[in-house]
């Protein structure tokens, strides 16, 4: 969501320049820029995500979905809408769900479920290769955190 309001505040700012940038000659308008804006897609590929889970309980919620989270939300992801806002939400916050947990982390023992997954992909312009798990407190945590791009799962 963030980087549309900037892609659209860009482009608006883009647009306006580009017609400030002209002048008249005897009625005609002559542009004085550099030609054609690019493609709003060269500006910012949208995020790419595959999502494959494992051993959630759930049959519908195991397989592996693509997520596309752009100017829409796309692909086979059966919550592409919902995990696009999720997503666009932590990088709003500047949050980082992909980060794995840190090994001197103190975590809960308490076991979440068998459900692993594995995400690989682009966000934010970054390559992604992330594996969750609902081992230990801090992985049940890091998994909630990140759904609906993960499915709701307990344990």
């Given amino acids: 969501m963030l980087r549309r309001l900037v892609l659209a505040t860009v482009t608006t700012a ?3 320049l580009a017609t400030a940038t002209t002048a008249t000659t005897a009625g005609a308008i002559v542009p004085l820029g550099h030609g054609p804006l690019p493609p709003l897609s060269l500006l910012a590929p949208a995020d790419t995500l595959t999502v494959t889970v494992e051993k959630s309980g759930h049959r519908q919620a195991d397989g592996t979905f693509r997520l596309e989270c752009g100017a829409k939300a796309g692909g086979d ?3 592409a809408q919902n995990a696009c806002r999720r997503l666009d ?3 709003r916050e500047r949050k980082d769900p992909f980060r794995p947990v840190g090994g001197d982390q103190f975590c809960t023992q308490m076991y979440g479920g068998a459900a692993v997954a594995h995400i690989k ?9 992330a594996r969750f798990s609902r081992a230990n407190g801090c992985e049940i945590d890091r998994w909630e955190n990140l759904e609906p791009v993960l499915p709701r799962v307990r344990g």
């Avoid at 992909?121 to 290769?129: A, K």
Wanted: hydrophobic share 40%.
């Fill in 121 to 129: 992909g682009t966000w934010q312009g970054r390559s992604i290769d």
């Fill in 14 to 16: 883009v647009a306006t």
């Fill in 89 to 91: 939400q932590l990088a």
């Fill in 77 to 79: 992801h059966p919550a």
